[in-house]
Protein backbone atom coordinates (compact mmCIF):
# COMPACT_ATOMS: atom_id res chain seq x y z
CA UNK A 1 0.00 0.00 0.00
CA UNK A 2 2.80 2.46 1.26
CA UNK A 3 4.38 1.75 -2.37
CA UNK A 4 1.55 2.19 -4.54
CA UNK A 5 0.98 6.13 -2.63
CA UNK A 6 4.51 6.88 -3.36
CA UNK A 7 4.30 5.76 -7.08
CA UNK A 8 1.05 7.97 -7.26
CA UNK A 9 2.97 11.38 -5.22
CA UNK A 10 5.86 10.32 -7.79
CA UNK A 11 3.49 10.73 -10.98
CA UNK A 12 2.20 13.94 -9.38
CA UNK A 13 5.74 15.69 -10.08
CA UNK A 14 6.14 16.99 -13.38
CA UNK A 15 9.84 16.78 -13.99
CA UNK A 16 11.04 15.16 -10.78
CA UNK A 17 14.48 16.23 -10.30
CA UNK A 18 17.09 13.38 -8.84
CA UNK A 19 20.92 12.75 -9.37
CA UNK A 20 22.76 10.20 -11.02
CA UNK A 21 24.04 9.02 -7.90
CA UNK A 22 27.00 9.64 -5.69
CA UNK A 23 27.59 13.15 -3.92
CA UNK A 24 30.61 14.35 -1.96
CA UNK A 25 31.29 12.76 1.61
CA UNK A 26 31.73 14.84 4.60
CA UNK A 27 35.72 15.57 5.18
CA UNK A 28 35.55 13.57 8.60
CA UNK A 29 34.14 10.30 6.71
CA UNK A 30 37.09 10.27 3.84
CA UNK A 31 39.29 12.42 1.92
CA UNK A 32 36.90 14.80 0.06
CA UNK A 33 37.33 15.46 -3.71
CA UNK A 34 38.79 12.14 -4.99
CA UNK A 35 37.60 8.78 -6.06
CA UNK A 36 38.54 5.61 -3.94
CA UNK A 37 39.10 7.93 -0.78
CA UNK A 38 40.21 5.53 1.86
CA UNK A 39 37.71 5.62 5.04
CA UNK A 40 39.34 7.53 8.02
CA UNK A 41 37.24 5.79 10.65
CA UNK A 42 37.29 2.26 11.34
CA UNK A 43 34.97 -0.60 12.45
CA UNK A 44 31.70 0.70 14.40
CA UNK A 45 32.64 4.16 14.41
CA UNK A 46 32.83 3.93 10.69
CA UNK A 47 29.07 2.33 10.18
CA UNK A 48 28.12 5.09 12.39
CA UNK A 49 29.76 7.68 10.43
CA UNK A 50 28.23 6.04 7.34
CA UNK A 51 25.05 6.24 7.98
CA UNK A 52 25.51 10.00 9.68
CA UNK A 53 26.68 10.76 6.21
CA UNK A 54 23.73 9.08 4.06
CA UNK A 55 21.53 11.41 6.95
CA UNK A 56 23.31 14.39 5.84
CA UNK A 57 23.47 13.77 2.24
CA UNK A 58 19.52 13.08 2.12
CA UNK A 59 18.97 16.78 4.18
CA UNK A 60 21.40 18.57 1.41
CA UNK A 61 19.11 16.90 -1.37
CA UNK A 62 16.16 17.67 0.46
CA UNK A 63 17.26 21.20 0.92
CA UNK A 64 17.83 21.84 -2.52
CA UNK A 65 14.35 20.42 -3.44
CA UNK A 66 15.30 17.28 -5.25
CA UNK A 67 12.12 15.45 -5.71
CA UNK A 68 14.13 11.70 -6.23
CA UNK A 69 16.51 11.22 -3.28
CA UNK A 70 18.78 9.16 -2.77
CA UNK A 71 22.23 7.85 -0.01
CA UNK A 72 24.35 9.90 -2.29
CA UNK A 73 26.55 6.66 -2.07
CA UNK A 74 28.08 7.36 1.19
CA UNK A 75 28.25 3.50 2.68
CA UNK A 76 30.25 3.14 -0.51
CA UNK A 77 33.92 3.48 -1.52
CA UNK A 78 33.44 3.09 -4.88
CA UNK A 79 29.87 1.90 -7.23
CA UNK A 80 31.46 -1.17 -8.60
CA UNK A 81 33.85 -2.15 -6.46
CA UNK A 82 32.35 -2.31 -3.19
CA UNK A 83 29.71 -3.82 -4.44
CA UNK A 84 31.76 -6.90 -5.76
CA UNK A 85 33.84 -6.79 -2.34
CA UNK A 86 30.93 -8.61 -0.49
CA UNK A 87 30.68 -11.68 -3.14
CA UNK A 88 32.43 -14.96 -2.88
CA UNK A 89 34.60 -16.34 -6.07
CA UNK A 90 36.61 -12.53 -6.58
CA UNK A 91 39.92 -12.51 -4.41
CA UNK A 92 40.56 -8.67 -4.10
CA UNK A 93 44.46 -10.04 -3.20
CA UNK A 94 45.48 -11.39 -6.29
CA UNK A 95 45.62 -8.53 -8.66
CA UNK A 96 46.28 -8.05 -12.28
CA UNK A 97 45.93 -5.12 -14.37
CA UNK A 98 43.29 -4.76 -17.52
CA UNK A 99 42.47 -1.73 -19.92
CA UNK A 100 39.09 -0.71 -18.23
CA UNK A 101 36.33 0.57 -20.86
CA UNK A 102 39.23 0.18 -23.30
CA UNK A 103 40.41 3.26 -22.09
CA UNK A 104 43.00 3.05 -19.12
CA UNK A 105 44.95 0.52 -17.12
CA UNK A 106 44.00 -0.27 -13.60
CA UNK A 107 44.81 -2.94 -11.30
CA UNK A 108 42.07 -5.04 -10.49
CA UNK A 109 40.73 -8.13 -8.59
CA UNK A 110 40.90 -11.58 -10.11
CA UNK A 111 37.80 -13.90 -10.47
CA UNK A 112 39.01 -17.01 -8.93
CA UNK A 113 35.78 -19.15 -8.62
CA UNK A 114 31.72 -19.62 -9.04
CA UNK A 115 30.64 -15.72 -7.75
CA UNK A 116 27.67 -15.80 -5.60
CA UNK A 117 26.27 -12.81 -3.06
CA UNK A 118 26.47 -14.72 0.68
CA UNK A 119 24.04 -12.02 2.00
CA UNK A 120 22.60 -8.75 1.63
CA UNK A 121 25.04 -5.92 0.53
CA UNK A 122 23.02 -2.24 0.35
CA UNK A 123 19.89 -3.54 2.24
CA UNK A 124 20.44 -2.65 5.54
CA UNK A 125 21.43 0.85 4.07
CA UNK A 126 18.23 1.23 1.58
CA UNK A 127 16.13 0.69 4.63
CA UNK A 128 17.70 3.41 7.04
CA UNK A 129 16.91 5.82 4.12
CA UNK A 130 13.66 4.90 3.64
CA UNK A 131 13.26 5.77 6.92
CA UNK A 132 14.28 8.92 6.42
CA UNK A 133 11.99 9.96 4.49
CA UNK A 134 8.38 9.98 2.33
CA UNK A 135 10.12 11.38 -0.96
CA UNK A 136 10.71 8.33 -3.47
CA UNK A 137 13.55 6.78 -2.92
CA UNK A 138 16.73 5.64 -6.04
CA UNK A 139 19.46 3.19 -5.17
CA UNK A 140 21.89 2.56 -8.32
CA UNK A 141 23.66 -0.71 -8.46
CA UNK A 142 26.44 -1.53 -10.74
CA UNK A 143 25.51 -2.73 -14.14
CA UNK A 144 26.51 -6.32 -15.24
CA UNK A 145 28.64 -5.51 -18.24
CA UNK A 146 30.80 -2.94 -16.10
CA UNK A 147 31.15 -5.25 -13.11
CA UNK A 148 33.10 -7.89 -15.25
CA UNK A 149 35.12 -4.88 -17.18
CA UNK A 150 36.34 -4.35 -13.58
CA UNK A 151 37.54 -7.75 -13.22
CA UNK A 152 40.14 -10.54 -14.19
CA UNK A 153 38.50 -13.43 -14.73
CA UNK A 154 40.47 -16.61 -14.04
CA UNK A 155 37.04 -18.85 -14.02
CA UNK A 156 34.75 -18.63 -16.46
CA UNK A 157 36.68 -16.82 -18.96
CA UNK A 158 33.57 -16.03 -20.78
CA UNK A 159 32.43 -11.34 -20.23
CA UNK A 160 29.05 -12.94 -21.13
CA UNK A 161 28.56 -16.05 -18.31
CA UNK A 162 30.32 -13.59 -15.85
CA UNK A 163 27.76 -10.96 -16.53
CA UNK A 164 24.83 -13.16 -16.48
CA UNK A 165 26.20 -14.28 -13.09
CA UNK A 166 26.05 -11.13 -11.92
CA UNK A 167 22.50 -10.30 -13.35
CA UNK A 168 21.31 -13.03 -11.34
CA UNK A 169 22.99 -11.96 -8.23
CA UNK A 170 22.06 -8.24 -9.03
CA UNK A 171 18.73 -9.36 -9.36
CA UNK A 172 18.74 -11.07 -5.89
CA UNK A 173 19.94 -7.78 -4.33
CA UNK A 174 17.10 -5.92 -6.38
CA UNK A 175 14.22 -7.80 -5.05
CA UNK A 176 15.37 -7.22 -1.49
CA UNK A 177 15.97 -3.41 -1.99
CA UNK A 178 12.76 -3.25 -3.55
CA UNK A 179 10.86 -5.02 -0.90
CA UNK A 180 12.99 -2.32 2.16
CA UNK A 181 11.05 0.23 -0.02
CA UNK A 182 12.99 1.57 -3.20
CA UNK A 183 10.80 3.00 -5.65
CA UNK A 184 13.51 2.99 -8.51
CA UNK A 185 16.39 0.61 -8.81
CA UNK A 186 19.39 1.94 -11.47
CA UNK A 187 22.13 -0.26 -12.84
CA UNK A 188 25.04 1.74 -13.69
CA UNK A 189 26.87 0.79 -17.12
CA UNK A 190 28.59 3.16 -18.46
CA UNK A 191 30.36 0.34 -20.36
CA UNK A 192 27.50 0.59 -22.54
CA UNK A 193 29.04 3.30 -24.48
CA UNK A 194 31.99 1.65 -25.17
CA UNK A 195 31.66 -2.09 -26.10
CA UNK A 196 28.51 -1.71 -28.51
CA UNK A 197 28.54 -5.36 -30.30
CA UNK A 198 28.48 -6.85 -26.65
CA UNK A 199 25.95 -4.68 -25.59
CA UNK A 200 23.49 -5.61 -28.09
CA UNK A 201 24.78 -9.13 -28.37
CA UNK A 202 24.29 -10.00 -24.75
CA UNK A 203 24.78 -6.76 -22.62
CA UNK A 204 20.99 -5.89 -22.42
CA UNK A 205 19.95 -9.40 -22.06
CA UNK A 206 21.83 -9.63 -18.66
CA UNK A 207 20.36 -6.31 -17.84
CA UNK A 208 16.75 -7.03 -17.96
CA UNK A 209 17.85 -10.71 -16.66
CA UNK A 210 19.28 -8.26 -13.60
CA UNK A 211 15.45 -6.80 -13.26
CA UNK A 212 13.52 -9.86 -14.33
CA UNK A 213 10.58 -9.73 -11.62
CA UNK A 214 10.47 -6.69 -10.47
CA UNK A 215 7.71 -4.30 -9.72
CA UNK A 216 9.39 -1.31 -9.10
CA UNK A 217 10.64 0.99 -11.80
CA UNK A 218 14.15 0.30 -13.25
CA UNK A 219 16.79 2.59 -14.77
CA UNK A 220 20.41 2.38 -16.74
CA UNK A 221 21.95 5.05 -16.57
CA UNK A 222 24.50 5.55 -19.36
CA UNK A 223 27.37 8.33 -19.25
CA UNK A 224 30.87 9.40 -20.27
CA UNK A 225 32.03 9.01 -16.46
CA UNK A 226 33.45 10.73 -13.75
CA UNK A 227 35.51 14.09 -14.42
CA UNK A 228 38.59 12.41 -13.81
CA UNK A 229 41.64 13.16 -16.58
CA UNK A 230 41.36 9.30 -18.23
CA UNK A 231 37.43 10.12 -18.98
CA UNK A 232 38.14 14.23 -20.20
CA UNK A 233 41.03 12.63 -21.95
CA UNK A 234 39.17 9.77 -23.74
CA UNK A 235 36.50 12.19 -24.61
CA UNK A 236 38.94 15.04 -26.61
CA UNK A 237 39.23 11.71 -28.88
CA UNK A 238 35.11 11.58 -29.61
CA UNK A 239 35.28 14.04 -31.87
CA UNK A 240 32.68 16.82 -31.91
CA UNK A 241 29.60 14.39 -32.22
CA UNK A 242 29.22 11.60 -29.73
CA UNK A 243 27.59 9.55 -31.18
CA UNK A 244 27.66 6.77 -29.12
CA UNK A 245 24.17 6.33 -27.98
CA UNK A 246 23.12 5.73 -31.01
CA UNK A 247 24.52 2.18 -30.62
CA UNK A 248 22.69 0.60 -27.61
CA UNK A 249 19.33 3.10 -28.00
CA UNK A 250 17.02 0.55 -30.54
CA UNK A 251 17.74 -1.57 -28.53
CA UNK A 252 17.16 -0.21 -25.14
CA UNK A 253 14.07 1.40 -26.56
CA UNK A 254 12.64 -2.21 -27.28
CA UNK A 255 13.75 -3.57 -23.86
CA UNK A 256 11.79 -3.89 -20.34
CA UNK A 257 13.86 -0.93 -18.63
CA UNK A 258 11.80 1.74 -18.07
CA UNK A 259 13.94 4.69 -17.19
CA UNK A 260 17.17 5.40 -19.08
CA UNK A 261 19.69 8.20 -17.60
CA UNK A 262 21.82 9.89 -19.76
CA UNK A 263 24.68 13.14 -20.01
CA UNK A 264 23.28 15.19 -21.75
CA UNK A 265 24.27 18.96 -20.55
CA UNK A 266 27.63 20.40 -21.79
CA UNK A 267 28.25 17.61 -23.88
CA UNK A 268 28.75 16.80 -27.65
CA UNK A 269 25.61 14.41 -27.42
CA UNK A 270 23.31 15.49 -30.24
CA UNK A 271 20.33 15.97 -28.51
CA UNK A 272 18.08 14.38 -31.30
CA UNK A 273 19.43 11.01 -30.89
CA UNK A 274 17.12 10.53 -27.69
CA UNK A 275 14.26 10.39 -30.23
CA UNK A 276 15.56 6.67 -30.43
CA UNK A 277 14.15 6.05 -27.50
CA UNK A 278 10.87 7.60 -27.58
CA UNK A 279 8.42 6.31 -25.29
CA UNK A 280 10.79 5.55 -22.45
CA UNK A 281 11.23 7.78 -19.49
CA UNK A 282 14.50 9.68 -19.50
CA UNK A 283 16.48 10.94 -16.89
CA UNK A 284 18.38 13.92 -18.60
CA UNK A 285 21.82 15.10 -17.03
CA UNK A 286 21.18 18.94 -17.16
CA UNK A 287 24.36 19.40 -14.91
CA UNK A 288 27.80 19.06 -16.00
CA UNK A 289 30.20 16.96 -13.45
CA UNK A 290 33.45 17.51 -14.42
CA UNK A 291 33.60 21.24 -13.81
CA UNK A 292 33.44 23.24 -10.97
CA UNK A 293 31.45 26.25 -12.42
CA UNK A 294 27.66 25.95 -11.32
CA UNK A 295 25.01 26.37 -14.47
CA UNK A 296 22.55 28.89 -14.12
CA UNK A 297 19.15 27.87 -13.49
CA UNK A 298 18.64 29.04 -17.28
CA UNK A 299 21.52 27.05 -18.52
CA UNK A 300 19.40 23.78 -16.93
CA UNK A 301 16.49 25.04 -18.19
CA UNK A 302 17.59 25.34 -22.38
CA UNK A 303 19.05 22.08 -21.27
CA UNK A 304 15.34 20.74 -20.74
CA UNK A 305 13.62 22.48 -23.65
CA UNK A 306 15.99 21.17 -25.92
CA UNK A 307 15.45 17.49 -24.91
CA UNK A 308 11.81 18.22 -24.47
CA UNK A 309 11.83 18.22 -28.35
CA UNK A 310 12.76 14.62 -28.07
CA UNK A 311 10.53 13.68 -24.79
CA UNK A 312 7.49 13.65 -23.81
CA UNK A 313 6.97 15.95 -20.52
CA UNK A 314 5.20 13.57 -18.52
CA UNK A 315 8.40 11.50 -19.03
CA UNK A 316 11.46 14.10 -18.67
CA UNK A 317 13.16 13.45 -15.07
CA UNK A 318 15.94 16.47 -14.70
CA UNK A 319 19.29 14.81 -13.75
CA UNK A 320 22.84 15.52 -13.69
CA UNK A 321 25.26 13.95 -16.01
CA UNK A 322 26.68 11.67 -13.69
CA UNK A 323 27.92 11.46 -9.89
CA UNK A 324 29.33 13.89 -8.08
CA UNK A 325 31.79 12.27 -5.67
CA UNK A 326 34.94 13.99 -7.45
CA UNK A 327 33.26 17.93 -6.35
CA UNK A 328 33.58 19.78 -3.49
CA UNK A 329 30.57 20.10 -1.48
CA UNK A 330 29.84 23.38 -1.86
CA UNK A 331 29.59 23.50 -5.92
CA UNK A 332 27.61 20.11 -5.10
CA UNK A 333 25.06 21.90 -3.49
CA UNK A 334 25.42 24.61 -5.91
CA UNK A 335 24.35 22.43 -8.55
CA UNK A 336 21.75 20.82 -6.78
CA UNK A 337 20.22 23.71 -6.20
CA UNK A 338 20.76 24.71 -10.49
CA UNK A 339 19.03 21.86 -10.94
CA UNK A 340 15.59 22.56 -8.62
CA UNK A 341 15.91 26.04 -10.14
CA UNK A 342 15.84 25.29 -13.90
CA UNK A 343 13.35 22.40 -13.54
CA UNK A 344 11.41 25.04 -12.02
CA UNK A 345 11.66 27.24 -14.59
CA UNK A 346 10.27 24.64 -17.29
CA UNK A 347 7.43 23.83 -15.42
CA UNK A 348 5.98 27.26 -15.11
CA UNK A 349 6.28 27.26 -18.66
CA UNK A 350 4.80 24.10 -18.80
CA UNK A 351 1.50 25.23 -16.67
CA UNK A 352 1.45 28.41 -18.64
CA UNK A 353 1.32 26.31 -22.26
CA UNK A 354 -1.32 24.36 -20.91
ZN1 LIG B 1 27.84 8.12 -14.67
Redesign the pocket.
Known amino acids: MKTRIQKVSMQKTLLPTST??SLPKPSWLAQPEALWSPWKLQGEELIDGKHDALRVSLQEQQQAGIDIVSDGEQTRQHFVTTFIEHLTGVDFENRKTVKIRDRYDASVPTVVGAVSRPKSVFVDDAKLLRQQTNKPIKWALPGPMTMIDTLYDAHYQSREQLAWEFAKILNQEAKELEAAGVDIIQF?E?AFNVFFDEVNEWGIACLERAIEGLNCETAV??????GIKANTDWKKTLGSEWRQYEEAFPKLQQSTIDII?L?CHNSHVPMELLELIRGKKVMVGAID?ATDTIETPEEVANTLREALKYVDADKLYPCT???MAPLSREVARGKLNALSAGAAIIRRELSVGN
Not at 221 to 226: E, P, R, V
Open positions: AGDPHICYGYSEVNCG
